[in-house]
């Protein structure tokens, strides 16, 4: 069952979206009960049959400002990479959603809040948003996959940059170099996020989850083993009467009635 408004992470289904807000004042650090409260909120989102996609943001001002920095304090080495896998843990596990995901960023997202957005499949960004990887101020690096995700993303003259120098950049440039897809004006990116995942609702579900995985398998076999991964995919969408249904619907100039 999902509830609305429990910190430090709130779940509220929209139709056939659910809606994961990070909520812990002022700025929605990543507290290890923070981390902790995503993971749970995941497991929920599995459970639930019914949802054809998730949305993540942050409550307030702020997407996630970045790990509680507090909690670097206490580490040494080792205690310092069990945290990161666990931390690398959860981004995955957000990566690995059966459907898709949004990020909505409504506000900053430094460090581990460009982490977990690089996770999700589709970003969409505040004009006033700002994105980075500030980590390098603190004498140390991101560690929740974004040294790996941000080079696999943008072309590596950027992604150095913004690694070694801990910089910001707006929206608008993380839109050019390709880190996010859409700017949205001020206020807006939830309403346009929610419209976007009504958008993909409306298509037929098993073409959405064949179309994640041929991806997600295909990045990590070589280019003839990705292409056999895609026709067995899409072979097993012909199957039954939705492909009937989509080109009949075509040619009668209506939408389709998916059934599965």
């Keep these: 069952m999902f509830s609305e408004n429990s910190k430090p992470v709130g779940l509220k289904k929209v139709n056939s979206t659910v809606i994961l807000t ?18 749970q909120a995941l497991d929920h989102i ?20 970045g790990l509680d920095i507090k909690i670097l304090l206490s580490l040494d080495e080792v205690s310092a ?10 981004m995955q596990k957000i990566a690995d959603l059966p459907i898709p995901t949004i990020a909505a960023i409504n506000g900053p997202a430094l460090g581990g809040g460009s982490e977990l957005a690089l996770a999700c ?17 603190l004498g140390v690096m991101p560690g929740f996959g974004g040294t790996q995700r941000i080079s696999r993303m943008v072309p590596l003259c950027n992604a150095y940059g913004m690694l070694y120098t801990g910089e910001l ?14 700017v949205v004006p001020q206020g807006q990116v939830l309403n346009e996020a929610i419209k976007l995942t009504e958008k993909i609702a409306s298509k037929r579900q098993l073409g959405i989850q064949a179309i994640k995985q041929a991806v997600k398998l295909g990045k990590q076999l ?12 899409l072979g097993k969408l012909c199957k039954g009467e939705d492909v009937k249904e989509g080109v009949k619907a075509f040619f009668e100039k209506r939408s389709p009635v998916f059934h599965d």
């Design 22 to 39: 990070i909520d812990n004042p002022p700025v929605n650090a990543l507290s290890i009960e923070t981390l902790n409260a995503i993971d």
């Design 46 to 65: 599995l459970a639930e049959r019914e949802i054809k996609s998730v949305i993540i943001t942050g409550a307030g001002g702020a997407f996630i400002a």
């Design 81 to 90: 990479r069990n945290f990161m896998h666990r931390g690398q843990s959860i």
């Design 121 to 137: 499949d589709i970003r969409l960004a505040d004009i006033n948003a700002r994105l980075g990887f500030p980590e390098i101020n």
């Design 169 to 182: 950049i707006t929206a608008g440039e993380a839109c050019r170099i390709g880190m996010i897809n859409r």
């Design 222 to 233: 070589s280019l003839r083993d990705g292409l056999a991964v895609e026709a067995e995919l």
